[in-house]
């Protein structure tokens, strides 16, 4: 019961940007897949927000911000997956001849770009879940980074007091040099000290995440949010043809062109009758399946541009 309620879920399909009334005539399988398209969006989208706005908080220390921009990201990425789904669509009318290359580069391309989107939504909710590793890792990276600002302000005082001693200073006026250094030193090493502990890190901690050896597990989850991101395309191409959701997609659309092709004509023929009468003029189109155009009539004889001259003068042949 619960999964038939899954497989006619038009909340879902809604979000799949899938119209109700095609699906309601497909097959369980069809539905199904649409069905969880919609929630994979839904998921997408929730995740997306949070991500972003948790980000984003992390970045600026604003959450007023931080869910200002997570909620129009989160938006943002819902009608992108509508326009991407949209546009994935097979074409179930007479197409004009696209080369496969063509095709293949533009699905690649959509394909680069949700992988890119899933890596970047999964960095924040990655840290938020090993916050603590990742934590850890910097602050080793931090102890290193004192550690060698140390040495570096012991090496330039050592070069100093070289240069005093090679000036001929007396003893008691090195000591008070000493002296001197060792608290320029210390106060320049609190500073540097301070402004470490100051300072937000976060895109160092993305960084550290992704490169550190002591964390290459979590490369899993980001896996994972790849799958889950390229995953609508997936099952959307995945529809094939011979389902009656794109065979009652034909239908549609063919009844659409061709009451319109057959107004266009009656509303043409009417405007010739009106103007030119006498010359029982009447539109006509040179392939067998007008409006799609798709085959040529055969043994069509176009006249040539002299003949044409001669009938519009009004001149005999």
């Not at 690649?108 to 938020?128: D, H, K, M, N, T």
């Not at 602050?139 to 330039?156: A, H, S, V, W």
Request: proline residues 2%; charged residues 25%; contains cysteine.
């Amino acid at each position: 019961m619960k999964i038939k309620r899954f497989e006619n879920n038009k909340f879902f399909w809604w979000f799949a940007g899938e119209d109700p009334y095609l699906l309601s005539g497909c097959t369980k399988e069809t539905k199904f897949k649409f069905s969880i398209n919609g929630l994979l969006v839904i998921f997408i989208m929730i995740s997306s927000g949070i991500s972003i706005s948790f980000g984003v908080y992390e970045l600026l220390e604003s959450y007023l911000f931080g869910l200002f921009i997570g909620i129009y990201f989160s938006i943002s990425i819902f009608f992108l997956y509508l326009f991407i789904l949209y546009t994935l669509t097979k074409d179930v009318l007479p197409p004009k001849a696209k080369s496969i290359y063509g095709r293949y580069s533009s699905r690649a391309l959509r394909v680069v770009f949700l992988i890119i989107l899933g890596l970047v939504v999964s960095q924040p909710i990655e840290y938020w879940l090993f916050s603590e590793k990742v934590n850890t890792i910097l602050n080793q990276e931090i102890i290193r980074d004192i550690e060698n600002r140390n040495l570096k302000l012991n090496n330039e005082y050592v070069l100093k007091l070289k240069d005093r001693k090679s000036n001929n200073y007396d003893e008691e006026l090195l000591l008070l040099e000493v002296e001197s250094f060792k608290k320029e030193k210390e106060e320049r090493l609190n500073n540097f000290i301070d402004y470490q502990l100051s300072r937000n890190f976060f895109i160092r901690k993305m960084i550290l995440m992704d490169t550190s050896k002591s964390t290459w597990f979590i490369w899993i989850f980001s896996i994972i949010f790849i799958v889950i991101f390229i995953g609508p395309v997936y099952l959307k191409l995945n529809i094939s043809l011979d389902t009656n959701y794109y065979k009652h997609m034909e239908k549609i659309q063919r009844k659409l062109v061709l009451d319109h092709h057959k107004s266009f004509v009656k509303s043409y023929n009417e405007i010739l009758r009106n103007k030119f009468g006498d010359l029982n003029l009447e539109w006509k189109s040179d392939y067998i399946d007008a409006p799609f155009n798709s085959t040529r009539k055969d043994h069509i004889i176009l006249k040539d541009d002299k003949e044409f001259h001669k009938w519009l003068l009004d001149e005999s042949i």
